[in-house]
């Protein structure tokens, strides 16, 4: 068990807190923040940074690399209206793309009977010749 220094509890000086979690400190390592910037953050001892890291659910963790960019960017290509969310269409879109995806459908389905249409003509017509073959084979 790790034990907190006795001028911690007495002084109680505002950079160091009484409690410091695992949370806390995983959600600093999350953010980028290293060892060396925990123990100035909490105002902390190199032994204590040390013991705390010793702990199973801090051991081996390491701070992200957090890159942040030197600039502002921003993107100006959309339009943002507040009342609507993100992924939101009005609901003219929304019947503009229904209609267009059934007239898709319908042509797809008529281009659908008129090759059935086709394969059965062929069918008849293969039959009709097969049959006149046949006719002409059995006059001898």
Known sequence: MVEIREEAQNEQTGSTPLTITTSMILE????GVDR???KTKYNLESWEV?????????????????????FSF???????????LPGQIDIEDAIEEEESNTSMKDAMIDEMNGRQIMDVQDQIQSVEASADDWANERQY
Request: zero cysteines; proline letters at 5%.
């Open 28 to 31: 600093d390592l999350e953010s």
């Open 36 to 38: 060396a910037g925990i």
């Open 50 to 70: 040390k013991q705390m890291f010793d702990h199973p659910v801090l051991k081996g963790k390491k701070a992200k690399r957090v890159k942040r960019l030197s």
């Open 74 to 84: 921003v993107d100006d290509t959309v339009q943002t209206n507040p009342d609507v």
